[in-house]
């Protein structure tokens, strides 16, 4: 589950409506919704994070939130070592080969360490 996926199942949860509900009403295929939730697509477009966000009738932080979550949960993330130092390439690596066997604390403090940006 991506964490905009996450943070989309919880809004849905909280009022109670169902995926198959949502996805109709935005008039999106169920299989679609859980497949965005799941990671099991690219992360959503920019229209799309709109009309959830009007939706479920978000603004400001919360609209923002969003947007963030939505850039940060393509499931299937590159990264551009090029013109970077060796061990920017290493390290790039080895949490693509390793970051499944890292447990939820590690996971929690490695992102401690990144600066929370857009």
């Given amino acids: 589950m991506t ?3 996450r943070r989309i199942r919880a809004l849905r949860a ?5 995926l198959k ?10 299989a ?8 099991r697509r ?8 709109l009309q959830i966000c009007q939706y479920f009738g978000l603004i400001w932080e919360d609209a923002d939130e969003i947007e963030r979550l939505a850039a940060l949960s393509h499931p299937r993330a ?11 390439t290493e390290l790039a690596n080895r949490l693509a080969r390793d970051i499944a066997r890292l447990d939820a604390a590690t996971v929690k403090k490695l992102l401690a360490l990144l600066p929370k940006r857009r």
């Fill in 3 to 5: 964490p905009f996926g």
């Fill in 14 to 18: 909280a009022r109670g409506i169902t």
């Fill in 21 to 30: 509900k949502m996805a109709a009403d935005l008039e999106l295929s169920p």
């Fill in 32 to 39: 679609y919704l859980s497949a965005l939730e799941h990671g």
């Fill in 42 to 49: 690219s992360r959503p477009s920019p229209m799309l994070v």
């Fill in 78 to 88: 590159a990264i551009d070592t090029a013109g970077l130092a060796p061990e920017h």
